[in-house]
């Protein structure tokens, strides 16, 4: 008999959970950490019951929403090595994370209180990957006279947060966040 705990999950299963994942971000996103995980459950389209066997917690949930948010900022940063333009390439990055800084304002002092020891260090590796592949570009960029020398990913990264987190959230914050981003990709080039 084979054990129950080694199945492979089954595809409708699968598609529930990127479904709850999905609407999680939107919904903690917008209400925070004590957003309703029924109003998540409901624009997945799915009863709480299959939200709990998923995530059988609120921080498991938000663990999984800031997980892939990471991963995809991997993949974007990793695909920027195909890009000549490093000074758009840079731009597009960082245009990404704006995305999930506006889903994650909501859910911020929740994940700062879940973070456990082993999520720290998953989410540390997916940060080593972004700060390789973006080292790469800057480089790329540095000797192809594109981009200005000087700077660091992690200039990146806490320019970024800063960006976004000098602004209070409401009408035209997206649109504020973004313009400043311009600015602060056009002062990079060479």
Known sequence: MSDPQ??????????????????AKDVLGKGGPNASLEAVAKQAGVGIGTLYRHFPTREALFNAVFSRDLTDLVEIAESLDADDDTV????????????????????????????????????????????????????????????????????????????CYARQPGPGWRENVLRLLDIFIDGLRA
């Open 6 to 23: 080694k199945r492979k999950p089954r595809s409708d299963a699968l598609k529930n959970r990127e479904r709850l994942i999905e609407a």
């Open 88 to 163: 758009e390439a840079l731009r597009r990055w960082l245009r990404s994370n704006v995305s999930m800084v506006e889903t994650k304002r909501g859910m911020l002092g929740a994940l700062s209180v879940i973070m456990t020891e082993d999520s720290r260090k998953a989410y540390d590796a997916e940060f080593a990957l972004i700060r390789a592949a973006l080292d790469r570009v800057i480089a790329r960029g540095v000797a192809a006279g594109q981009l200005r020398p000087g700077f660091s990913p992690d200039d990146l990264m806490q320019t970024i947060y800063a960006i």
